[in-house]
């Protein structure tokens, strides 16, 4: 399984991402997959994955189906995303 992270990077909402992204590094010792909307896949990602807010945090299986989404802010718990990856 993989988890996406669709934010955007000029964003009010940036260091919030940037901390969680930081924090969950820290405590798991994983990474998440960053996605820009604005880039060519980013928006493919988009679309296939129904994000329309940001930030947006998707689980996908390794099927490519979607496991689970959490949508803008409060960002989920680190132990919720952990889950999944």
């Known amino acids: 399984m993989s988890v996406l992270v669709f934010y955007k990077s000029a964003s009010e909402h940036a ?46 299986g390794d099927d490519g189906q979607m496991r689970n989404k959490w949508r803008g802010l409060p960002l989920p718990m680190i132990d919720e995303v952990s889950f999944y990856v």
């Open 15 to 60: 260091r919030d991402v940037r901390d969680f992204l930081h924090e969950f590094e820290q405590r798991t010792a994983k990474l998440l997959e960053e996605v820009d909307p604005d880039s060519k896949r980013g928006a493919e990602l988009c679309r296939l994955y129904d994000v329309l807010d940001y930030p947006t945090v998707v689980a996908i």
